[in-house]
């Protein structure tokens, strides 16, 4: 992606599309926290929010982590997009996942784990870079720098696939089982958008599998209750 000093202003195709869906979806329709997050980030993108960095240069990297120490970009890095199009394509593919998993959760049950698996995606994506420098001997892995909300769809990609393990997902044309589905389009997208952050997809289906596949989403599903007072209650296929 350019790296694009100037933030963005105005409503931008991309933007004008989003906020189409969102009006045929029904803004009352949307729960309230994938509302707010489809809100904030696209007026974070727009300018209308205006934080104190440039977008450009709260990419992560693990270089960015584990050498400059630099931690806001694990947290800050996700919220931001390098253009209209890739804040699109992210937010329609958040709000189906958000309403599912929203209305299933719960919202503050929603958005505390929306916080953790975003945290999670970001260490993953750290963690992969230092490996794969190691394994490859690359240091462009270590400098790899990426922004955007993919790496977190990811996860919820995953989380979405455990609760609802019995369908279908079409994936390039090719009808697959939806436990599947992740790591088909993972490899679809690297193929059709070499540009895309393969790291920064993998660290999201790694996250998801953390919450869904051992001790630690346990762990998860016990200790939200504890701050929100309402049970994590998932599928029976689950």
């Not at 996942?97 to 945290?119: D, V």
């Not at 997809?201 to 007072?229: C, E, K, M, R, V």
Request: aromatic share 12%.
């Amino acid at each position: 992606m350019p790296r694009n000093r100037r933030r963005n202003q105005g409503f931008e195709m991309g933007v004008i599309l989003l906020l189409m869906e969102l009006t045929n979806v029904g803004f009352q329709n949307i729960p309230i926290v994938t509302l707010s997050t489809i809100v904030g980030q696209t007026l974070l993108y727009m300018g209308i929010f205006k934080p104190p960095w440039r977008k450009w240069d709260i990419c992560i990297s693990a270089e960015s982590i584990l050498k400059e120490h630099d931690y806001k970009r694990l947290f800050v890095s996700p919220v931001e997009h390098g253009d209209d199009l890739h804040l699109y394509y992210n937010m329609i593919s958040f709000l189906v996942k958000g309403r599912s998993l929203e209305t299933r959760y719960g919202s503050p049950n929603f958005a505390l784990l929306l916080a953790i698996l975003t945290t999670l995606t970001s260490f993953m994506y750290v963690g992969l870079g230092r490996l794969c420098m190691e394994v490859f001997q690359d240091q462009y892995y270590m400098k790899s720098c990426a922004i955007g909300f993919s790496g977190v769809i990811f996860a919820l990609k995953v989380v979405t696939s455990k609760e609802e393990p019995q369908g279908m997902s079409n994936i390039g044309g090719v009808l697959l089982p939806v436990r599947y589905a992740a790591w088909a389009e993972l490899v679809l997208i690297h193929i059709l958008v070499p540009r895309a952050s393969f790291m920064g997809h993998l660290a999201g289906i790694l996250a998801g599998l953390l919450y869904t596949s051992t001790p630690l989403g346990d762990i998860i599903d016990n200790f939200l209750p504890t701050i929100t007072g309402d049970p994590m209650l998932h599928s029976p296929y689950y």
